[in-house]
Every structure is written in C-alpha cells, then in structure tokens.
C-alpha cells in the first residue's frame, strides 16, 4: 500500500462520502428490485394477456410468453438505447461540471419516472417511461462509480468497489422479496384486479428511492477534478480527496498509447457483457413464467437469494484482487458466470433454477470489483467521468441489441424442439447459449489483451505513476 497517499490511512468503512454514494445505489436498486419480479407480468396484463393474478398452480400458456417475448425485448432495449447515447456524455458533463449535481437528477428522475409506471395504461406508455428511465440511469450509475474512485486511493480501489457493490446489491437482496411480498397483499389481502395488482409495488418503490435526493445533497461533497480547482479558487469547502501521488492535478486530456491500446480492449470487452447480460436478463424471466413458475413471491425470493450470496463475496474478492493480482479474479469470476448462463436453461423445476442462478450471481459479485478496478488503474482521474461513461455506453449498446433479439429468438423457438442425438432439447435454449458464448469472447479479449494492473507492494504504486505520466 502507498503510505504516501493519506487517503491509504482511511478506514474505508466509516468513509461517510463512500458510504453515501453506496447508499444511493442501494436505494435505487431496492427500488428496481421490488418491480423486477412483476415486470413482464404487468407488460403482459396490460395488453390483455392475463385474464386473473398469477400465483401457485397458475402457469402463463407458453404461447402467450411468446407472443410478448418480442414486445418485453423491445421495452428492455429502449432503456439500455438511451442508457448508451448518454453514458458517456454525462460522465463528461460530471467531469466538467460536477458529479454531485448529476447524480441528484438521475435520483430525483428514478423516483418521478417509478410514479409514471404505475400509472402506466398501455405497453407503448411503457417502452417510453423506460426509455426516460435509461437517461436517468446514465446520469448516476457511471458518475457513482467514478466518485468512489475519485475518493479512494489508489490501493484500495478493487477493496472500494467491492464495498460499493456489496451495499448497492443489498438493495436487490431487499427489495425483490419486498416485491413480491407487496404483490401477494395486493392480490390475495387488498384483492386487485389485472392490471391493479400490479402497480401498488412501482408507488411503495417511488417512495423507497426518494430519501436518496435530500441525503446526497446533505452530504456528499465535489470530487471532480475541474469542479474542484473552482471551489477551491473560491475557497468553499470541499471533498479534499484529490488525486493520489499516482494520478498527478495536471489535468491530462489524452491517453498513453499503451492506455488507449487497452481501453479499446475494454471497450469490445464492455459490448459482449452487454450483449450476454441485455439478452440474459428478458430471457430469465420468461423462461421463469413459461417453464417453472408465474408464482411472484417464489420469484422475488430467487432473484433476491442470488444477490444475497453475492454479497458475500464481493467485499472479500475485492480485498484479495487488490493485494493478489485484478485480471486472475476478473475472468475467473466471469468464466463462471457465463458457465452457468449456459447451464440455466436446462434446469427442469425451481430448485435446479435457483442452484444455478444463484451461482451466477456469486461468480458475477466476484468478477465486477476486480474489473471495476482494473478500469480504474487503466483511466485517468481527470477522464474518469467521460472514459467510465464510454465503457458504459460500449456495455449499454450491446445489452440494447441483446434484448432485441433475446426476445426475438424466444418468441420463435421457445416452442420448438431440437432432437440431438438421443437427447431432445427445447429451443429456448438458444439465446441462452448464445449469451453465454458472447460473454466468453468478452472474457477472452480480458485475458489475452489486459497486463495485469495492480502488483502488491511499492513497484506496483512506482509502475502507476509511470503509466500516469506517459504521454
């Protein structure tokens, strides 16, 4: 650890600006969460789909999973569509402007557009709030992390996000069990009808998501490096974070050429996990309705038991990439999760389904802090905001195409079968494999095309700075 930078003194889990930003994350995912079980569900309901409340024994006809697989893949796809057009230009805006400003209206959109869905009356008014919901998660999800980084030090950026990622997912732990607690009362206590039943958990999210505004304005301080030297010329408290020994205040505004080499790496990197996860997450969820249960409580628990061993490894992966080595942990965590994507479709009833999405949500909580980190060693601290938010956009353009033809590809073979050999397999397997097979490539490109970044030690910090100064 570089004793030289102060920040390396700090105990990070009582760092109140990291907290803060955590606590953001957490609050919009419970928020996410506690709709996420019930989401295809009120799509179908709202174009007629569903005669009565689905709950246990009551299984959505395949072909009607079908018919709205595409129209699902769409309303997934407008979101991650303005996701990627503005990923990167607010992280520019929070690199000229300001994080904390961006983040407040990214959190102040989330609670106003959760209110716009429950009121919503038709799938068209869907696809358009979460198409808004898209340009509103560009503002905070790229700036948030860019912040963490901002605050940290240098050794201790894997250990960092990990803590981040670990508060944040908590909130997907909480809130899909909260949602289909919620959904239960509303159908079997409160009585709703199809549609109703459905938009009581976007109002209790609302209000879930809203006490993130006022705490963030409170207090979390300016980290961006432009922002700051204003601040500071006007002698205004601030985040006193700055940059570490390793990232030096004189703004650079061009990569090395080993740095540029490796971000375009990240960048096709960024496509295929957007391309796997865009085209995994639609998929799941009709997969669920149509083959093993349209009971939503059921549903919120799995989704929130995967997050719930996630979070036990985050924090510990993290720790161990930044004093072992990044790239190891990295592709090892994302080989095991494009491993059971594959696997997942071949379950046959809920317990088979929950084992296996259950350890792809322990192998993703592995990967993620140590590629974070690695992007954060790669990426200067007075670019973090825009290349963050380009990383993002290359992640966003894939998991907008995924979707599209996730849903697609569902809707045309869901209903097929496929004999090979002596074994007869139903042709929803399809995008699941596809998926699989892109994140691979994605996988491949990080470690055959990424040096490793964090040695422990001195030479490591010494090698940092050096890479920080080229150019």
């Not at 600006?17 to 609050?27: C, E, F, G, R, S």
């Not at 079997?188 to 705490?215: G, H, K, Q, W």
């Not at 999760?337 to 929950?354: E, G, H, W």
């Not at 979707?403 to 050999?421: D, E, K, N, R, V």
């Amino acid at each position: 650890m570089d004793e030289s930078d102060p920040r390396s003194k700090e105990h990070l889990y009582t760092n109140v600006k990291v907290m803060v930003v955590a606590l953001d994350a957490m609050l919009v995912m419970i928020g996410f969460g506690v709709i996420s079980p019930s989401m295809s569900f009120y799509l179908i309901a709202l174009e007629g789909g569903l005669e009565q409340p689905p709950g246990p024994g009551y299984v959505v006809p395949p072909e009607v999973v079908a018919e709205f697989s595409a129209i699902l893949g769409v309303m997934m796809a407008s979101f991650m569509a303005t996701r990627t057009l503005l990923a990167r230009y607010w992280g520019g805006v929070s690199d000229r402007r300001g994080r904390k400003p961006i983040i407040m209206m990214g959190l102040l959109g989330y609670f106003l557009l959760l209110i716009a869905f429950g009121l919503a009356q038709d799938w068209i008014q869907m696809l358009v709030i979460r198409a808004f919901q898209g340009v509103v998660s560009a503002m905070v999800w790229p700036v948030a992390e860019a912040t963490v980084l901002d605050i940290v030090g240098v050794t201790r950026r894997a250990e960092a996000l990990g803590l981040y990622s670990t508060i944040s997912n908590a909130g997907f732990i909480i809130g899909p069990g909260v949602g289909g607690a919620l959904y239960n009362v509303c159908r079997d206590v409160l009585l709703l009808p199809v549609p109703d039943v459905f938009r009581v958990p976007y109002f209790i999210a609302a209000i879930i998501t809203l006490p993130a505004v006022p705490m963030t304005a409170m207090v979390l301080k300016e980290t961006c490096p432009a922002k700051l030297e204003v601040l500071a010329s006007k002698a205004l408290d601030v985040d006193n974070s700055g940059p570490s020994p390793a990232e030096p205040t004189k703004h650079r505004t061009t990569l090395s050429p080993s740095a540029r080499t490796a971000m375009r790496v990240l960048y096709v990197m960024a496509l295929m996990d957007g391309f796997a996860m865009g085209m995994g997450q639609p998929i799941f969820q009709l997969f669920l309705m149509s083959k093993i249960t349209t009971d939503i409580g059921l549903i919120g628990l799995i989704i929130s038991g995967a997050g719930a061993v996630g979070l036990l490894f985050s924090v510990p992966a993290g720790r161990y990439a930044d004093r072992h080595g990044r790239k190891a942990v990295a592709v090892g965590g994302s080989i095991g999760s494009r491993a059971t994507l594959f696997v997942l479709p071949l379950a046959i009833d809920l317990s088979q389904t929950t084992a296996i999405w259950i350890s792809q949500g322990a192998m993703m909580s592995i990967s993620q802090p140590a590629l974070k980190a690695i992007q954060g060693d790669i990426v200067p601290w007075s670019l973090r905001g825009r290349l963050f938010g380009t990383i993002q956009a290359f992640f966003n353009a894939g998991a907008t195409i995924g979707p599209l033809i996730g849903g697609a590809l569902y809707g045309m073979f869901s209903l097929t079968m496929f004999q090979l050999g002596w074994f007869s397999i139903g042709g929803h397997v399809l995008p699941f494999w596809l998926a699989s097979g892109l994140g691979l490539i994605g996988v491949f490109m990080l470690w055959a095309f990424i040096r490793e970044t964090r040695i422990s030690g001195a030479a490591s910090d010494q090698s940092e700075a050096d890479r920080s100064n080229e150019s």
